[in-house]
């Protein structure tokens, strides 16, 4: 049954509270009995040079995922409407709540695609990619754990995770692969429902028409490695910075860091992942034994240019794609009671 009106309402103040409260909580455990005076020492020992080589790796980072954006896209995209329409996602999910960037992503590329794309199909290629996102993290959390750290719990925790996302894989491949079977099954089941047959069942069947890319090892495969290898320059930001601040360091730590910052920063919270990007960062290199300050240093520095970086290109985005930044939030925000509808 569709929510009221006033239900909506309701349910959306309670997300973005919910958000709120976890990222101020986040913010407070990093700040917890922090030694301000060492993160300052840390900051001291950057310079201009190490800055300009983690701009350098991040914007190679953020090109080849432009380039697997497009490759699971499809031809119907460039590589400029992936690469712009990516870093206006990431512009909006820095500054409004709801992680309303990926819808306000797919806005774009379907005004992009000259209406040779439908919303769900792009919406359905972002959730891929998203997806793919996540199981390359994993693939290197495991290897840092499996190679590194003797800890059984997180072990045990990230291989249940790893195959909680192989068996998110199958079904998507599964589904994708019998879409008509599907398709069938439902027009059948529900043949009496109006709502099923203008709503649920078409919206199911663009979704599974994004999915088709899992099916296509020629895109899927590159896309996996292209993946792979922008996590790794994640990870030699990471490095530059453990070289220039801490006295010793380890070149693995940012395989174990990077994939639990990103995992923590999945969750929902402030514009930006406000606070848990660097709760998760800290965490994980309390893991290995280092402090408090120089690892929130890090923390702080990698999550600015994740966040600068993108806006700059997202506002240029905007420019060269002719969008205007309140119309992507409202079609965004239109898609999302669409979507609280079939809920």
């Known amino acids: 049954m569709p ?35 060492a993160m300052l ?10 800055v300009l080589l983690i701009l350098l790796c991040f914007s190679a980072g953020l090109l080849l995922r432009g380039v697997t954006c497009k490759l699971i896209l499809g031809p119907k995209f460039s590589f400029a409407d992936a690469f712009w329409a990516m870093n206006i996602g990431y512009l ?6 709801l992680r309303l960037g990926e819808l306000g992503r797919a806005a774009v590329l379907v005004g992009q695609s000259k209406g040779f794309a439908t919303y769900m199909e792009v919406l359905a290629a972002i959730v891929a990619e998203r997806f793919l996102d996540l199981f390359v993290g994993f693939v290197f959390l495991l290897v840092s754990l499996l190679l590194f750290i003797e800890n059984v719990t997180l072990r045990t925790i990230a291989w249940w995770g790893f195959f909680a996302l192989m068996a998110g894989l199958i079904i998507i491949i599964l589904a994708a692969k019998n879409q008509q079977s599907i398709r069938s099954w439902l027009t059948a089941r529900f043949s009496k429902s109006m709502f099923m047959h203008q709503r649920v069942i078409p919206a199911l069947d663009h979704l599974l028409d994004g999915f088709q890319f899992f099916l296509k090892p020629s895109r899927l495969i590159p896309a996996f490695l292209i993946l792979a290898l922008s996590w790794s320059f994640s990870m030699v930001e990471f490095n530059i910075l453990q070289n220039a601040i801490l006295d010793t360091a380890k070149w693995w730590w940012p395989m174990l860091v990077i994939p639990a910052s990103a995992f923590v920063n999945a969750l929902p919270a402030a514009p930006g992942g406000l606070g848990v990007f660097e709760a998760g960062a800290v965490g994980a290199y309390a893991l290995v034994g280092v402090d408090k300050a120089p690892a929130l240093a890090m923390a702080l520095v990698v999550h600015a240019v994740q966040i600068l970086v993108p806006a700059v290109l997202g ?25 609280d509808e079939l809920t």
């Open 92 to 97: 909006l999910n820095s500054i409004i709540p």
């Open 315 to 339: 506002v240029i985005g905007l420019f060269i794609t002719g969008e205007s930044f309140r119309s992507l939030v409202d079609r965004a925000m239109a898609f999302r009671q669409r979507k």
């Open 3 to 37: 929510a009221t009106e006033s239900n909506k309402k309701a349910n959306r103040f309670l997300q973005i509270a919910v958000a709120i409260i976890i990222s101020v909580v986040a913010i407070w455990l990093v700040f917890r009995k922090l030694d301000y005076q």
């Open 41 to 50: 020492d840390a900051f001291r020992q950057l310079t201009f040079g190490s």
